[in-house]
């Protein structure tokens, strides 16, 4: 595989992980979101699902976000007659986004951006003293 094609396939990937520590960020960000009117639906939380996807111009196999889709956990129930998000029996949903397994995802997403990252600054290098033995 050749450089340019290995900084290609690692800039996909640090735009995929870019995306799924937004949506992350997003999660974190609503996790103590309630419904507005009574009875209604919390925030919802969100995870980003990948695809392979072959590039047609470099023949290299890239990662994309394919899509986001809403996690079908339950929603935990806190009883509070007097939040306006009441229902009928004085119980708040709560949104299904656990602050911890985000903030486990978090690191995760944070260390393949890193392991992504790396790889272009390594293929860079590569390129540059490849440059300078030419050169010289």
Request: hydrophobic content about 45%; glycine content about 8%.
């Amino acid at each position: 595989m050749d450089l340019s094609k290995t900084m290609y396939v690692a800039a996909s990937g640090l735009r995929a992980q870019g995306e799924r520590l937004r949506v992350i960020a997003e999660n974190l960000a609503n996790a103590d979101s309630t419904a507005v009117t009574a009875g209604g639906q919390p925030y919802q939380r969100k995870t980003v699902v990948f695809a392979n996807v072959l590039d047609d111009a470099t023949g290299a196999q890239l990662v994309k976000v394919a899509g986001e889709t809403v996690d079908s956990t339950g929603f935990q129930r806190r009883f509070d007659p007097g939040h306006p998000a009441a229902d009928a029996e004085g119980y708040v949903l709560l949104p299904n986004v656990n602050p911890l397994i985000e903030m486990a995802d978090m690191r995760q997403a944070l260390r393949a951006y890193e392991a992504n990252l790396r790889v272009v600054e390594t293929s860079k290098m590569m390129v540059q003293r490849t440059l300078d033995l030419l050169r010289g």
